[in-house]
Protein backbone atom coordinates (compact mmCIF):
# COMPACT_ATOMS: atom_id res chain seq x y z
CA UNK A 1 0.00 0.00 0.00
CA UNK A 2 1.37 3.53 -0.70
CA UNK A 3 0.73 6.45 0.92
CA UNK A 4 3.65 9.08 2.77
CA UNK A 5 4.19 8.65 6.80
CA UNK A 6 3.27 11.45 8.96
CA UNK A 7 4.29 12.11 12.20
CA UNK A 8 1.68 14.02 14.58
CA UNK A 9 0.97 14.37 18.07
CA UNK A 10 4.04 12.01 18.91
CA UNK A 11 2.66 8.86 16.45
CA UNK A 12 4.40 7.78 13.04
CA UNK A 13 1.04 6.62 10.57
CA UNK A 14 0.79 5.56 6.75
CA UNK A 15 -1.08 8.68 5.14
CA UNK A 16 -2.49 6.90 1.93
CA UNK A 17 -4.46 10.14 1.14
CA UNK A 18 -0.86 11.85 0.01
CA UNK A 19 -0.01 8.64 -1.80
CA UNK A 20 -1.00 8.15 -5.55
CA UNK A 21 -4.70 7.18 -6.05
CA UNK A 22 -5.35 4.04 -7.98
CA UNK A 23 -8.24 3.45 -10.43
CA UNK A 24 -9.98 -0.16 -11.58
CA UNK A 25 -10.16 -0.36 -15.08
CA UNK A 26 -11.93 -2.52 -17.64
CA UNK A 27 -9.77 -4.25 -19.60
CA UNK A 28 -11.94 -5.18 -22.56
CA UNK A 29 -13.30 -1.28 -23.26
CA UNK A 30 -10.73 0.28 -21.42
CA UNK A 31 -13.01 2.24 -18.98
CA UNK A 32 -12.40 2.94 -15.68
CA UNK A 33 -14.65 1.38 -12.94
CA UNK A 34 -16.20 4.50 -11.32
CA UNK A 35 -19.35 3.10 -9.34
CA UNK A 36 -20.72 -0.03 -7.79
CA UNK A 37 -23.43 -0.18 -10.72
CA UNK A 38 -20.63 -0.29 -13.69
CA UNK A 39 -19.04 -3.13 -11.61
CA UNK A 40 -21.65 -5.31 -11.17
CA UNK A 41 -22.97 -5.36 -14.73
CA UNK A 42 -19.56 -6.44 -15.59
CA UNK A 43 -19.30 -9.48 -12.54
CA UNK A 44 -22.78 -10.51 -13.45
CA UNK A 45 -21.65 -10.74 -16.83
CA UNK A 46 -18.69 -12.81 -15.89
CA UNK A 47 -20.90 -14.93 -13.45
CA UNK A 48 -20.49 -13.30 -10.18
CA UNK A 49 -23.93 -13.43 -8.16
CA UNK A 50 -24.60 -10.63 -5.39
CA UNK A 51 -24.72 -12.31 -2.06
CA UNK A 52 -27.32 -10.81 0.43
CA UNK A 53 -26.48 -13.08 3.43
CA UNK A 54 -23.31 -11.95 4.47
CA UNK A 55 -22.64 -8.27 6.05
CA UNK A 56 -25.07 -6.05 5.97
CA UNK A 57 -22.14 -3.13 5.66
CA UNK A 58 -20.67 -4.66 2.69
CA UNK A 59 -21.68 -4.76 -0.82
CA UNK A 60 -21.11 -8.94 -1.88
CA UNK A 61 -20.44 -11.33 -4.50
CA UNK A 62 -19.96 -14.57 -4.94
CA UNK A 63 -19.25 -17.45 -8.13
CA UNK A 64 -21.41 -20.67 -7.95
CA UNK A 65 -18.44 -22.57 -9.20
CA UNK A 66 -15.28 -21.67 -6.39
CA UNK A 67 -15.24 -20.31 -2.95
CA UNK A 68 -14.32 -16.98 -4.00
CA UNK A 69 -16.19 -13.71 -2.66
CA UNK A 70 -15.94 -10.42 -3.14
CA UNK A 71 -16.34 -7.83 -0.60
CA UNK A 72 -16.39 -4.17 -0.52
CA UNK A 73 -17.89 -1.06 1.37
CA UNK A 74 -21.10 -0.33 0.68
CA UNK A 75 -19.49 3.32 -0.01
CA UNK A 76 -18.22 3.20 -3.15
CA UNK A 77 -15.73 6.47 -1.86
CA UNK A 78 -14.25 3.75 0.46
CA UNK A 79 -13.39 1.16 -2.31
CA UNK A 80 -9.55 1.08 -2.20
CA UNK A 81 -6.76 -0.07 -3.90
CA UNK A 82 -6.80 -3.29 -1.87
CA UNK A 83 -10.58 -3.98 -2.82
CA UNK A 84 -9.35 -3.61 -6.51
CA UNK A 85 -6.23 -5.49 -6.31
CA UNK A 86 -9.02 -8.32 -4.96
CA UNK A 87 -11.50 -8.36 -7.81
CA UNK A 88 -8.11 -8.10 -10.27
CA UNK A 89 -6.76 -11.33 -8.51
CA UNK A 90 -10.08 -13.18 -8.88
CA UNK A 91 -11.13 -12.29 -12.35
CA UNK A 92 -7.48 -12.64 -14.20
CA UNK A 93 -7.10 -10.40 -17.56
CA UNK A 94 -10.54 -8.53 -16.69
CA UNK A 95 -9.43 -5.88 -14.70
CA UNK A 96 -6.24 -3.65 -14.53
CA UNK A 97 -5.38 -1.21 -11.01
CA UNK A 98 -3.39 1.94 -12.52
CA UNK A 99 -2.11 5.31 -10.85
CA UNK A 100 -5.06 7.67 -11.23
Known amino acids: MSGVWVFNN ?6 GRHG ?3 VLVHLPSGEVVSSYTFLEQILIGLGWERYYDGDPDLYQFHKHSSIDLISLPKDF ?10 IVIKNPNVF ?4 K
Open 10 to 15: GVFRLD
Open 20 to 22: KRK
Open 77 to 86: SKFNSINMYD
Open 96 to 99: HVRD
